[in-house]
């Protein structure tokens, strides 16, 4: 069973920037659907957002998400962080299906990373 690989958590101050890794080893990541959950904790998982197949950018309010095909990795940007983003992060793809709406992850995803935390605190 695959298992993507993740990094790129911390600490972060509020206001600031974090900058989370994906990489897919052994796979490429053309045509698959990318999606990015977090758990806080006493919470259950949440979608964050979402990347549909056929694109390699996507724009979503305060987070940015890039899939590198060379590298077979995905990138979530974030900014303008609070507090009530601190949680466990975690990277999923899947191949068929689409994002809600166009920006958030729905259904099963087939392949999901470890998991990184991310702390927003001063």
């Known amino acids: 069973q695959l298992q993507l690989v993740q990094s790129g958590g911390g600490l972060v101050q509020p206001g600031g920037s974090l900058m989370l890794s994906c990489q897919a080893p052994?796979?490429?990541?053309?045509?698959?659907?990318i999606g990015w959950f977090r758990q806080a904790p006493g919470k259950e998982r949440e979608g964050v957002t979402c990347?549909?197949?056929d694109i390699t950018r996507a724009y979503h309010g305060r987070f940015t998400i890039t899939r590198d095909n060379a590298k077979r990795t995905v990138y979530l940007l974030m900014n303008s962080l609070t507090p009530e983003d601190t949680a466990v992060y975690y990277c999923?793809?899947?191949?068929?299906?689409?994002?809600?709406?166009?920006?958030?992850?729905?259904?099963?995803?087939?392949?999901w990373g470890q998991g990184t935390a991310v702390t927003v605190s001063s």
């Open positions: 999923a793809i899947k191949k068929s299906g689409a994002c809600l709406g166009g920006t958030l992850p729905t259904g099963s995803f087939d392949y």
């Open positions: 052994g796979i490429g990541l053309d045509g698959y659907v």
């Open positions: 990347m549909n197949a």
